[in-house]
T-cell receptor, first 116, second 118 residues
Framework: NAGVTQTPKFRILKIGQSMTLQCTQD?????MYWYRQDPGMGLKLIYY???????DKGEVPNGYNVSRSTTEDFPLRLELAAPSQTSVYFC???????????????FGDGTRLSIL | AQTVTQSQPEMSVQEAETVTLSCTYD???????LFWYKQPPSRQMILVIR??????QNATENRFSVNFQKAAKSFSLKISDSQLGDAAMYFC???????????????FGTGTRLTIIP
């Protein structure tokens, strides 16, 4: 199983450029998330989605946009890249809560993004 | 808002020995989930173990076990018989119990880097 797939794995952008980080999952999960991980830090939530057409802001949404037109895909858009957005970005997905037990999030391998 | 604190930036252990990684959290909720994730140099985030707050019994997964102290808001990870492949960053994470809208967001600690000494 592919699980959660992120592309690209590495990218260098110039200040002011825009790009889209792609994320797709093949597990039919309802919930999807975007996190960023700065050096020496834990992951911080940027945006999340509970299903197609439904998205909401996380802890650090400024400078990013998302859309969720299908269950499988959850792209993250950077419109005007800034050096502060240099980070490793992780996409994750999880199944909807059907039982009390917390379903774990499945993570992609990350995208290392540098803004110069 | 919930916070998760990992007070040990780095830990090291001799191969085959036991090590305990600390995690504390702050919440006003009574129902929640706690997780330990492992991040090796490959950057993957791998679930190690999970615990439901309403369960008093500590979770165990092979060589990994937790010491969950709800009143103290403590959630430590014990790794027994440490192996070279255990070397990684370990993150403690908190998630609220689901609401009607859904509340699956994870709050992560800053991580503990574990080194295994051969």
């Amino acid at each position: 199983n592919a699980g959660v797939t992120q592309t690209p794995k590495f990218r260098i952008l110039k200040i002011g450029q825009s790009m889209t980080l792609q994320c797709t999952q093949d597990m039919n999960h309802n919930y999807m998330y975007w996190y960023r991980q700065d050096p020496g830090m834990g992951l911080k939530l940027i945006y999340y989605s509970v299903g197609a057409g439904i998205t909401d802001k996380g802890e650090v949404p400024n400078g990013y946009n998302v859309s969720r037109s299908t269950t499988e895909d959850f792209p993250l858009r950077l419109e005007l890249a800034a050096p502060s957005q240099t980070s490793v970005y992780f996409c994750a997905s999880s199944q909807i809560q059907g039982a009390r037990f917390g379903q774990p999030q499945h993570f992609g391998d990350g995208t290392r993004l540098s803004i110069l | 808002a919930q916070t998760v604190t990992q007070s040990q930036p780095e830990m090291s252990v001799q191969e085959a020995e036991t090590v305990t990684l600390s995690c504390t959290y702050d919440t006003s909720e009574s129902d929640y989930y706690l997780f330990w994730y492992k991040q090796p140099p490959s950057r993957q985030m791998i679930l190690v173990i999970r615990q439901e707050a309403y369960k008093q019994q500590n979770a165990t997964e092979n060589r990994f076990s937790v010491n969950f102290q709800k009143a103290a808001k403590s959630f430590s990870l014990k790794i027994s018989d440490s192996q070279l492949g255990d070397a990684a960053m370990y993150f403690c994470a908190y998630r609220s119990a689901p609401t009607n809208f859904g509340n699956e967001k994870l709050t992560f600690g800053t991580g503990t880097r574990l080194t295994i000494i051969p």
